[in-house]
């Protein structure tokens, strides 16, 4: 690859393998409050309620894997097993706290430039 400038350095992406687990988490949460939203709508009936829940379950899952990115971007001793039920464990705590995080950044954003 080129340097986008003269004397700048241009990277491959793996110094930085956690970034990506990060995209996938924001894209895991984007995901499941499009899917909440689904299930918001008035009074949903049967197949909205199913189609809420898988895609609220898909988010979870994007944004499980986003975790796995982030907790074993190094070398690691553990079976895959092991990494798969930590994984598991962590993602449920940071999946809430991520969406509390930004639901704060987004609260406060909106009372500071609101007319």
């Known amino acids: 690859m080129r ?3 003269p004397g700048m350095e241009t990277t491959s992406g793996t110094e930085r ?10 894209l895991g949460l984007a ?3 499009v ?7 008035g009074e949903p009936g049967g197949p909205i309620r199913a189609l809420g829940f898988l895609g609220y379950s898909g988010g979870l899952v994007i944004a499980g894997s986003g ?3 982030i907790l074993w971007a190094g070398p690691t001793a553990r079976s895959r097993q092991a990494r798969l039920f930590i994984t598991v ?22 009372q500071r430039f609101s007319s």
């Open 3 to 5: 340097a986008l400038l």
């Open 17 to 26: 393998p956690w970034a990506k687990g990060i995209g996938l988490l924001l």
């Open 31 to 33: 995901v499941s409050a």
């Open 35 to 41: 899917a909440n939203l689904l299930g918001q709508q």
């Open 67 to 69: 975790i796995h990115r």
């Open 89 to 110: 464990i962590v993602t449920i705590p940071a999946f809430v706290a991520m969406a509390i995080l930004l639901s704060v950044i987004l609260t406060i954003t909106q």
